[in-house]
T-cell receptor, first 113, second 112 residues
């Protein structure tokens, strides 16, 4: 089944404790992206990647890192999480080019205390 | 600066009603505009409208694109309680087409 898989689904952590949210897709998509979703603000892009070893900042990259060492994986890293990073995170992928839809993972609800 | 603006923010209708959701957007190099449905989970893809396809229909849902006015609408006829969701409009609106911008969505509630 074609899908984008994120883990974990829920995560509660404390300020400053490094964490990684994994994302994997099995559709051989070139493009992958991370979003955070907050009430009243909608989905905002954190980082995106057009291909292996190619990553770019989205609208809200501060406090996040990503890597794209393999085509299928695009982990999101929070080196020193803070409470303002409490949010619902989505990974998404597409063929790229701007003319193909994004396919979303099921989301990761992160709480930083 | 808002690139995708949706209206209304929320809508409550009765089953059987027809609703129209609006999306306006700014773009310098239009590629596509997408509609998604989000229940209490990940957004699911509904339609993609491009220069070569400005009207799409699937069952009770349909969408049109006005490239000149930079506007799209999503119509849902004979609404059902299962249509209750947040509807998102999005597009790769940057010059490179690599950044997808989403509107804040329209929350639709269909009451029996």
């Amino acid at each position: 089944e074609a899908q984008v898989t994120q883990n974990p689904r829920y995560l509660i952590t404390v300020t400053g404790k490094k964490l990684t949210v994994t994302c994997s897709q099995n559709m051989n998509h070139e493009y992958m992206s991370w979003y955070r979703q907050d009430p009243g603000l909608g989905l905002r892009q954190i980082y995106y990647s057009m291909n292996v070893e190619v990553t770019d900042k989205g609208d809200v990259p501060e406090g996040y890192k990503v890597s794209r060492k393999e085509k299928r994986n695009f982990p999101l890293i929070l080196e020193s999480p803070s409470p303002n990073q409490t949010s619902l995170y989505f990974c998404a992928s597409s063929l790229g080019t701007g003319n193909s839809p994004l396919h979303f993972g099921n989301g990761t609800r992160l709480t930083v205390t | 600066e808002d690139k995708v603006v949706q209206s209304p923010l929320s809508l409550v209708v009765h089953e059987g009603d027809t609703v129209t959701l609006n999306c306006s957007y700014e773009v310098t190099n239009f590629r596509s505009l997408l509609w998604y449905k989000q229940e209490k989970k990940a957004p699911t893809f509904l339609f993609m409208l491009t220069s070569s396809g400005i009207e799409k229909k699937s069952g009770r849902l349909s969408s049109i694109l006005d490239k000149k006015e930079l506007f799209s609408i999503l119509n849902i006829t004979a609404t059902q309680t299962g249509d209750s969701a947040v509807y998102l409009c999005a597009g790769p609106l940057s010059n490179t087409g690599n950044q997808f911008y989403f509107g804040t969505g329209t929350s639709l509630t269909v009451i029996p």
